[in-house]
């Protein structure tokens, strides 16, 4: 049993963290923006008590474990006033599971070891159902003993966990995992919409292409809600921007070319100014049909 402490209970690590006293029995402590959700998670989990500021959750915890929601938080949490790195003892493991830019990795990677503990870039995918049903992927830059370390606590909430590389690798496996997304979900898009417009049966035609070349996690998982026009499924169109903007930046950066991601991260301002900025990435489907409106 360790000690951990949880910065972070969103969407997303709300059922992560429960996962990690629920199912490995560790000695978590919790802190949240909001005092009010996290004394909510308190109640349903149980665990030994709500920390007031991450520099408070840290102090004793042998692993300290993040997911807020962008760059700037990370930096609040960790290097801010009340951040965790003021407390955070020699030898501890930071894992940051929020989906940032590689520079900002970089930078806290540099900052922990200076101070005698790690941070490892653990940015995960998967969305909301992954983290409720412990299923997610985590993709982490970082050094392979803390990583060792830490393995055993993330696998309670994922099925796959695997070091990539150096500081900066997880949150750059990311932005392909991404990059990839956006694309397969505009083909889709387009696929679903041109068999409405031909009259064809959707439920014949998506059993049989997604036993070809066509196989996709998207396709399987979505064409049926994406087909109703409901757009409640998970990952929100205004963080899949946030994390797109990141993969243009970088791309900026390091030369890659990206013209189907900038398109389709066009597509999604569309989306937003339709008034779908909480609906979920399928969504795309909404531009080309005027019958899939979204959720009532």
Known sequence: MAKVAWIGLGVMGYPMAGHVLRTGGHDVVVCNRSRAK?????????????????????????????CVRNDDDVREVTIGKDGAFQSLAAGAVFVDHTTAAAEVARELHKTAHDQGFAFLDAPVSGGQSGAKNGTLTVMVGGDEAPFARAKPVILHYARAANLIGPSGSGQLTKMVNQISIAGLLQGLSEAINFAQRSGLDLELVMDTISKGAAQSWQLENQWRTMNKGRFDFGFAVDLMRKDLAICLEEARRNGAALPVTSLVDEFYADVQNMGGNRWDTSSLIARLSTHDRGPD
């Open 38 to 66: 996290a004394e909510a998670w308190l109640g349903e989990y149980g665990a030994r008590r709500v920390a007031a500021t991450p520099a408070e959750a840290a102090e004793g915890a042998e692993i300290v474990l993040c």
